[in-house]
């Protein structure tokens, strides 16, 4: 009996259904690239209508990008990743050896606003120093009075 190869590499049974998301839901690799696209485009400040335009689709093909609902071609993963300046690899990083990750947290919108907004800090001292404090009060376990009595800090 001959092989029969799916779409995916993967062997089937000659007889059987292939997997669908009506039946299986996305694909989990399609969701995760999904995920990283939805934080890629985050971290560059850019809405779902401006990459929409930069790769060709609508704004609400991006989201079904964004969900796996849709999966991207190659070439449109490819323009996406140059417009979002990342490598292609971006997007399947942390992604293991297996196809689902769901242990895998991504950032929060505040942390991508936070990055997104000390990016765009045009003076490295400053950005140095906001680091600096950062990592001061990050490292304070949540005791409150150990922060310095500093004036910048006192008006609250």
């Not at 779409?7 to 089937?12: A, E, I």
């Not at 890629?40 to 779902?48: D, H, I, N, P």
């Not at 997104?116 to 140095?128: A, G, Y």
Request: no cysteine; charged share 30%; aromatic share 6%.
């Amino acid at each position: 009996m001959t092989e029969v190869v799916n779409d995916q590499g993967d062997s089937v049974q000659p007889g059987r259904r292939r997997r669908t998301i009506r039946e299986h839901g996305p694909d989990p690799v399609d969701v995760h690239v999904g995920r990283r696209l939805r934080q890629a485009r985050f971290l560059s400040g850019m809405s779902q209508e401006e990459l929409g335009a930069g790769i060709g689709v609508s704004f609400q093909a991006v989201q079904k990008y964004e969900h796996g609902e849709n999966r991207l071609s190659a070439s449109r993963l490819y323009k996406a990743a140059r417009l979002l300046d990342r490598p292609v690899s971006f997007f399947f990083e942390e992604l293991g050896g297996e196809a689902t990750n769901a242990g895998a947290k991504g950032f929060t919108r505040e942390e991508i606003e936070l990055v997104r907004h000390f990016r765009q800090i045009p003076n490295e001292e400053v950005r140095e120093h906001l680091l600096q404090m950062t990592k001061r009060i990050g490292g304070l376990d949540g005791a409150d009075a150990a922060l310095p009595a500093t004036p910048e800090l006192q008006r609250g």
